[in-house]
């Protein structure tokens, strides 16, 4: 199976913070990583798509890269709505990283 | 609108089968495909099983020995079976419509609690 391993875990950070968080792969996936968002008590929701393709509506302070093994997920300035957990998802086999929690600092 | 709604029972047994219901609507089951994704509570997400759009199944190779996904196109809905069900299968459980290998839908997920 292929294991998502994604860092850090958690992160304390302010309000207009540059976010980076990343997901390693175990094995290549090409550019099948997706990555979600999931806030206290709701469903995740799709962000990134196929590595770097933003979803429908998502504010272009979110952006996704990478390909192979490395992925990268970057907030380019932080607001107090996207407190939340974010998970990477690659799709070649559908397994999920273990989540970064976004912690205000 | 694309709408995904679980729904089965909030408590089950040690030893006990789970069953889930997922009615959608906004969409067809033999247009797209479907995941079914559990959260234990306070953890991550774990990737269970699909069924395709054209009625194929494939599952988690952990969860393979006791799970079942089938589904009902003419009402919309799409099942899962779990049996031998244990505590550590507490949690969250949510489908979702997949299109083109992409989530780009969740249900608001059922809670289901094992417990004797």
């Known amino acids: 199976d292929i294991v998502m391993t994604q860092s850090p875990t958690s992160m304390s950070i302010s309000v207009g913070d540059r976010v980076t968080m990343n997901c390693k792969a175990s094995?290549?996936?090409?550019?099948?990583v997706d990555w979600y968002q999931q806030k206290t008590g709701q469903s995740p929701k799709l962000l990134i798509y196929?590595?770097?393709n933003r979803y429908t509506g998502v504010p272009d302070r979110f952006t996704g890269s990478g390909s192979g093994t490395d992925f990268t997920f970057t907030i380019s300035n932080m607001q107090a709505e996207d407190l939340a957990v974010y998970y990477c998802?690659?799709?070649?086999?559908?397994?999920f990283g273990a989540g970064t929690k976004l912690e205000l600092k | 609108q694309v709408q995904l709604t679980e729904s089965g029972p909030g408590l089950v047994h040690p030893s006990e089968t789970l069953s889930l219901t997922c009615t959608v609507s906004g969409f067809s089951l033999t247009g797209y495909s479907v995941y079914w994704v559990r959260q234990p509570s306070g953890k991550g997400l774990e990737w269970m099983g699909r069924?395709?759009?054209?009625?194929?199944?494939s599952y988690n190779s952990a969860l393979k020995s006791r799970l079942s996904i089938s589904r009902d196109t003419s009402k919309n809905q799409v099942f899962l079976k779990m049996n031998s069900l244990q505590t550590d299968d507490t949690g969250t459980y949510y489908c979702?419509?997949?299109?083109?290998?992409?989530?780009?839908?969740w249900g608001q997920g059922v809670m289901v609690t094992v417990s004797s």
């Open positions: 069924m395709r759009y054209n009625g194929d199944t």
């Open positions: 196929k590595a770097s």
């Open positions: 998802m690659q799709s070649n086999s559908n397994t």
């Open positions: 979702t419509r997949v299109r083109m290998g992409i989530v780009d839908y």
């Open positions: 094995q290549n996936v090409g550019s099948n």
